[in-house]
Each structure stands twice: as structure tokens, then as C-alpha cells.
């Protein structure tokens, strides 16, 4: 069992950053593949970025160049540092916990709570 909660949302201005975190429990985290994903109103979940055990990483094609994924095991922790920040961006960002690092949320068994990220024009 894994829980997850996730940090560091809020209000920033296009051009801008954010660092996402994504706190883990349990004593298996290093065994699961981590992934992030938004979600707006009326949409599905959308893929951001996942990251393997092995820290191979994965990135949405809208994100890549500007978002960056990475672990830390000691810590039990998964962050999404989000630079040059775009409009398109806002959402929901959720944090997930799978055993394969897809693009496919209805492949990851654990999901937090969400935290909103509104990026202004």
C-alpha cells in the first residue's frame, strides 16, 4: 500500500516555474514507477511525465524541454520541477505510483489528492 500526497501548486505567471513534490509512505517505494498527470475540467487525465525504477524517464511531448521528472528513494519522494510555464499548462497535477512507467493513468494503483497549478496569460 502506497500514499501519496502532493505539494508545491499555486499561482504563477506564464514564463514562469514550479516545483512539484510528491511524498510517498510505504516501505516499497523504490519498487514502483512514479508518474505525474493534469487533469482540467471536462478532460481526461492527461500524461505529464513518469519516471522507472531504474530513473529512465518519460515525458508528454507538450512538456518536454520544460518539465523535469526525478526520484529520490531515501527520501520517498517524486518531484516535477516545471519551467517556462504556459497558459495550457493549469490544471490538477496528480501524483501516481505504478508497477510500469506508462502513459496510461488506468496503469498506476496509487494517486493523490492533486495539487492545482494556474498559470496566468
Known amino acids: 500500500q502506497v500514499q501519496l500526497v502532493e505539494s508545491g501548486g499555486g499561482l504563477v505567471q506564464a514564463g514562469g516555474s514550479l516545483r512539484l513534490s510528491c511524498a510517498a509512505s510505504?516501505?516499497?517505494?523504490?519498487?514502483?514507477?512514479m508518474g505525474w498527470f493534469r487533469q482540467v475540467p471536462g478532460k481526461e487525465r492527461e500524461f505529464v511525465a513518469a519516471?522507472?525504477?531504474?530513473?529512465?524517464?518519460y515525458y508528454a511531448d507538450s512538456v518536454k524541454g520544460r518539465f523535469t521528472i526525478s526520484r529520490d528513494n531515501a527520501k520517498k519522494t517524486v518531484a516535477l520541477q516545471m519551467n517556462s510555464l504556459k497558459p495550457e499548462d493549469t490544471g490538477v497535477y496528480y501524483c501516481a505510483a505504478g508497477l510500469s512507467s506508462q502513459s496510461n493513468p488506468q496503469r498506476y494503483n496509487y494517486w493523490g489528492q492533486g495539487t492545482q497549478v494556474t498559470v496566468s496569460s
Open positions: 519516471i522507472s525504477q531504474s530513473t529512465r524517464t
Open positions: 510505504g516501505r516499497t517505494f523504490s519498487s514502483y514507477a
